[in-house]
């Protein structure tokens, strides 16, 4: 038996050995260079990342929250109605219609929506045609909100498959006990079916988190002037000054508030099992 | 006063559904549009002028598309070949034999999306640099496969833990080899299941955009480098044909999917 536990491990070797040496590797080398310095070992990569991007590591953090929190909003809509809904039209429609975007690559959500939400794209033309606005009045949208609808249209969809899954598995016979004593739909929502798929929406949520956090095309195409995200910021240090030490502060940055956020999810799933 | 109730009650459901429509739509309209306007000036809804000019430019040998498109495939097609030749044996392994850690093993694969990888390729394409892998199609592809391993080695395991083991040992009790009965008996049944993985990891190697900037460009050019390249130039004609010539396997496969990755599979990924 010794034997085929060792055929099982040399079948996944390769596969691991894969993921060890390009990606392992290079971000162990990512975290060591952030602390090399042309004086030796030190923090003064995290001193110029401060100085320079402070604010960019703010917008960061905010942006990809605000993202989060709508886009677990509008999955637990779009979740909720899908399992919930009662005109079964109206269900297959949405069924249909919510997934578009999730197999639309980033770089694709991110030139659709740079030519949508400028002051001549289509969203403004369509508010100026039909006499909502005047032309003075069009906005360009090009800015912190571009990112976040970006993210959150690309996302959501992505979110809200999970949830619509756990919510699909999850025992109807509470949902229609609740429903006979009277209860509204959004309450049984909210006090019966959330809470039993806190965990997918959460791993969903804290997936979506990382991507948003690593995604590189969207803020370069939608805004890549300051105030903007730190990849955009970690392209520019090595495209325009070939500056790894900085360039790996910030992804360093970008791995803390990652992992604070996952760590924060398990202490929360700990607590809540025991 | 119930009748009109019941009468309207249908319409702001209809309201939302309408709006979501449009969210989602309006965007794609509006590529399509770009992809054949000849001329599009503030503030007219629509574009003065139609035509497939830039198409002509795009496919032109100095539009640099043809290029980028069959390299995209090139590199897609070679990822895929990897990440299979990786993913079958992880895959089954998984699925069927009694290994140690096998949970550990299967989260492993996940690690490329759970942490942030831009500063991960910058430091990929460093250290390629230095044994001139860097702006290579092995470099790209090297990335790319590492990048889709999840998809590959967890669809991999879900599709061959959906087949019966005792298939493959009623062909070894009537004498047939341990490769021979893989090949013959689970292999085949796992094809559907393959073919989805194969195609995850194909879009996945069409649509990646970062490693593709560091370790690729602008030696190895590529459809989603050519899409940023140009609608950083302002040329949003051909920055739309580029995205809409990534859109259409995307949707495409959205399309399909179900049909490749059945209920029984799909309930077994990442377990």
Redesign the interface.
């Given at each position: 038996?010794v034997s085929?536990?060792m055929?099982?491990?040399l079948?996944?070797l390769?596969?691991?050995v894969?993921?060890g040496v390009?990606?392992?590797?290079?971000?162990i080398?990512?975290v060591i260079?952030a602390f090399e310095t042309p004086e030796g070992a030190g923090l003064s990569n995290f001193v110029k990342a401060r100085e320079l991007y402070s604010e960019d590591i703010l917008f960061s953090v905010l942006i990809v929250t605000l993202a989060s929190l709508l886009i677990g909003f509008f999955a637990i809509a779009i979740g909720g109605y899908l399992t919930l809904g009662e005109?079964p039209r109206?269900v297959a429609?949405?069924r249909w219609?919510?997934?578009?975007?999730?197999?639309?690559?980033?770089?694709?959500v991110?030139?659709?929506?740079?030519?949508?939400l400028a002051?001549?794209?289509?969203?403004?033309?369509?508010l100026?045609?039909s006499g909502l606005i005047t032309?003075d009045q069009?906005l360009s949208f090009l800015d912190w909100r571009g990112i976040v609808i970006a993210f959150v249209?690309k996302q959501t969809p992505f979110v809200a498959l999970l949830v619509a899954g756990a919510m699909a598995s999850i025992d109807r016979g509470t949902i229609e006990a609740a429903r006979n004593l009277g209860a509204s739909r959004p309450r049984i929502l909210i006090e019966i079916v959330v809470p039993q798929v806190l965990v997918t929406l959460t791993v969903g949520l804290i997936?979506s988190f990382?991507?948003m956090?690593?995604?590189?095309?969207v803020p370069?195409?939608i805004n890549a002037q300051s105030p903007t995200m730190i990849?955009a910021d970690?392209?520019f240090r090595?495209n325009a000054y070939g500056d790894?030490g900085v360039?790996?502060a910030?992804?360093?940055i970008?791995?803390i508030i990652?992992s604070t956020v996952?760590w924060l999810y398990l202490k929360l799933s700990v607590k809540e099992r025991s | 006063m119930s009748a009109i109730r019941t009468g309207l009650a249908w319409l702001p459901r209809a309201l939302l559904l309408g709006l979501l429509a449009f969210v989602i739509f309006g965007p794609l309209t509006n590529l399509l549009l770009w992809t054949v306007a000849e001329r599009w000036y503030f503030p007219h809804a629509l574009p003065s002028q139609y035509g497939f000019s830039f198409w002509e430019r795009v496919f032109s040998p100095r539009g640099g598309a043809l290029s980028s498109l069959s390299n995209s495939i090139i590199v897609a097609l070679l990822t895929v070949a990897v990440a299979l030749a990786l993913a079958i044996p992880a895959g089954y392994a998984l699925a069927r034999l009694k290994l140690p850690f096998r949970a550990l093993i299967l989260l492993a694969f996940l690690i490329p999306q759970a942490f942030p990888n831009l500063s991960v390729y910058v430091n990929v394409a460093r250290l390629f640099y230095e044994v001139r892998l860097n702006g290579t199609i092995p470099g790209v592809v090297l990335v790319h496969v590492t990048h889709g391993l999840v998809y590959a080695v967890w669809i991999a395991t879900a599709a061959f833990a959906a087949i019966e083991p005792e298939l493959e040992e009623a062909a070894r009790s009537m004498g047939a080899g341990a490769l021979r009965a893989f090949r013959d008996v689970t292999l085949p049944l796992a094809m559907p299941g393959l073919m989805a993985s194969a195609i995850f990891v194909f879009l996945e190697s069409l649509d990646e955009f970062t490693g593709s900037y560091f370790v690729g460009a602008p030696d190895v050019n590529m459809l989603p480098l050519l899409l940023y390249s140009a609608g950083a130039g302002g040329n949003y004609q051909i920055a739309s044909i580029t995205a809409l010539l990534l859109l259409i396997p995307s949707i495409g496969f959205m399309l399909v999917v179900e049909r490749f990755l059945k209920a029984d599979v799909l309930a077994k990924v990442g377990h």
């Open positions: 038996m085929k536990k055929l099982g491990l079948l996944v390769p596969a691991l894969m993921i390009f990606f392992i590797l290079p971000l080398a990512s260079g005109n109206a429609i949405l219609l919510y997934r578009w975007p999730l197999f639309i690559p980033f770089i694709v991110g030139q659709t929506l740079r030519t949508f002051r001549n794209g289509l969203m403004n033309n369509m100026v045609g032309p069009a249209w997936l990382v991507t956090m690593s995604v590189l095309s370069l195409m990849t970690i392209a090595i790894y360039a790996n910030l992804g360093f970008s791995l990652t996952a | -």
